[in-house]
């Protein structure tokens, strides 16, 4: 028989893990990860890796907003293509 080993993550773990998240733009899964590593160190903080955990899922959810409002003002755009008065005021003043 082996011994079965299990490996938890560590918060370093799962900031590497969001650090490669926020290079391909995968910022919801970077928020969740950085939040992982938050909690896990919470009781700890090591070195600088607390506090830039911080940092770095503020930058994730900057990009998240970006992107999302991105996405919203494509939307807001094509509905003033299309027409909708409303949407080109919003588009307008939102997205410029």
């Not at 896990?40 to 607390?50: M, Q």
């Not at 991105?70 to 939102?94: R, V």
Request: charged share 20%; net charge negative; hydrophobic share 35%.
């Amino acid at each position: 028989m082996f011994p079965v080993l299990c490996y938890g993550q560590t918060a370093l773990d799962y900031k590497i893990s969001a650090m490669t998240k926020i290079q391909i733009k995968d910022y919801e899964g970077a928020i969740y990860d950085l939040t992982k590593a938050i909690e896990l160190n919470s009781n700890n903080p090591l070195l600088n890796i607390y506090a830039e955990c911080y940092y770095l899922r503020g930058i994730a959810k900057a990009g998240f907003i970006i992107q999302k409002t991105l996405s919203q003002c494509s939307d807001f755009k094509k509905a003033c293509e299309l027409g909708y008065e409303s949407a080109c005021d919003t588009y307008n003043n939102s997205c410029y």
